[in-house]
């Protein structure tokens, strides 16, 4: 046994050192086996350990490559030069040696989403290790391609529209369909808001229905008959043939039918109007080229104002003025048609009589009309106090009679 190469464990350390990494580690069988050299080969114990005691056994019979060449024939199935082996022992001692494992079919799969990427947990007896696919941008595909757990989830939002219209949608519905965006339906002007969605915010909101009755003062004759004789239970005709309009009262002592109501409430297109006491003045009758001026009893603020009226003698233009606490006005024009046969009207068939001898009632005729004015948001807010007209016409004729006045709030 004289001159047989003995390991010792200073000797496999030096071994190690200049060992490919994958032979870094004396395996244990090995070793069991070198306690078996070690027996035998005593008396050369101080030979072996100067043969490897240099830096470097380059072209020399290295220890651990003789035991492997002698002890290791028939256990292992490559020498330790070349890669890790598997030494058909599965689980035993001899099997702890790293990076050594069974090529038992099993696999490792690592990473998220498209990531994911499952690889032999063996190979050769050589355990693998498991690297993730590369990433991508997130797409609306139902697939979680930028493999943060999270499937569709960064595709952007879609909005479209403007005003109270603008829509905000996901870009992606589950199952990776790609969304559509639809704008909401415009709706009825709101002050403050873009309601209409043309992108301009509102300055006029919608007319504000019912109205209810705004009572004021300023009228300038009487010219409802509430008691028979017209004469003297009125100021003034409205036209040039000496009409006058009566109330339900009148009728029943003339024997007519027709006539204003009782209560003087004029109930038409949502609104409602008031008549002033059948026994003062109670209509504002201008003539070509007159103005004259309402004035709210209480003034307040309004979304809307209704004015009820007609002419005589021929349709013509009237100016309407909202006239406000803070000084301000708005002028609007607008017309009224004559009391006979004008479309649409809000009231008819109460009927006319003539002051000088209280006779033809048409029933059909005459008519009123309103005159609506929507007010700007801004002047939602002001508080009206008077409201005065102009009758635009030039010839002498035509006469605008206001009757009513009614309003909605803001
Ligand atoms: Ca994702
Ligand atoms: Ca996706
Ligand atoms: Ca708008
Ligand atoms: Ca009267």
């Given amino acids: 046994m004289a001159g047989i190469p ?100 099993g696999t490792i799969t690592c990473g998220k989403g498209e990531c994911v990427r499952t690889v032999p947990a063996c190979v050769g007896g050589r355990i693998q290790t498991c690297t993730p696919k590369e990433p991508s941008a997130e797409t609306c595909d139902g697939l979680d391609n930028d493999c943060d757990g999270e499937i569709d989830e960064d595709v952007a939002e879609l909005t479209c529209g403007v005003g109270t219209c603008k829509t905000t949608v996901p870009g992606c519905l589950p199952g990776g369909v790609t969304n559509t965006c639809t704008p909401g339906a415009p709706g009825p002007k709101t002050c403050g808001l873009d309601n209409d969605c043309d992108g301009v915010m509102d300055e006029t909101g919608p007319m504000m229905m019912p109205g209810t009755p705004v009572s004021v003062r300023g009228f300038n004759v009487d010219a409802i008959a509430e008691m028979k004789p017209a004469a003297t239970t009125t100021s003034s005709s409205l036209d040039l043939t000496a009409h006058v309009l009566y109330t339900q009262t009148y009728a029943a002592v003339a024997g007519i039918a027709g006539g204003l109501p009782n209560s003087g409430t004029i109930l038409a297109n949502g609104r409602q109007y008031q008549l002033a006491p059948f026994d003062k003045s109670n209509m504002l009758k201008l003539g070509a080229g007159q103005e004259g001026t309402l004035s709210l009893v209480t003034p307040a603020s309004f979304a809307s104002v209704s004015i009820l009226g007609f002419a005589t003698e021929g349709s013509t233009g009237v100016s309407v003025t909202l006239e406000y606490s803070d000084g301000s006005k708005d002028l609007s024009t607008a017309s009224l048609r004559d009391w006979y046969n004008g479309t649409p009207s809000i009231i008819y068939g109460f009927g006319r009589v003539s002051r000088t001898d209280d006779a033809e009632p048409s029933f059909n005729n005459p008519k009123m009309y309103a005159i609506d004015v929507n007010l700007s948001c801004a002047a939602r807010t002001k508080v009206l106090k008077s409201i005065s007209f102009k009758n635009l016409s030039l010839n002498p004729a035509p006469n605008v009679v206001i009757v009513a006045v009614s309003a909605g709030q803001p």
């Fill in 6 to 105: 003995v390991e010792t464990s200073a000797h496999v350390a030096a071994h190690r050192q200049k060992a490919a990494p994958n032979e870094g580690i004396l395996h244990r069988g090995r070793l069991a086996r070198l306690a078996i050299w070690s027996a035998l080969g005593g008396a050369a114990l101080a030979l072996s350990l100067a043969a490897c005691g240099g830096s470097t056994d380059v072209g020399n019979l290295d220890a651990i490559d003789v035991v492997d060449a002698e002890a290791d024939a028939g256990l292992t199935t490559a020498d330790d030069a070349a890669a890790p082996v598997e030494d058909g022992s599965s689980g035993d001692a001899a099997d702890a040696r790293p990076n050594e494992c069974e090529d038992d079919g």
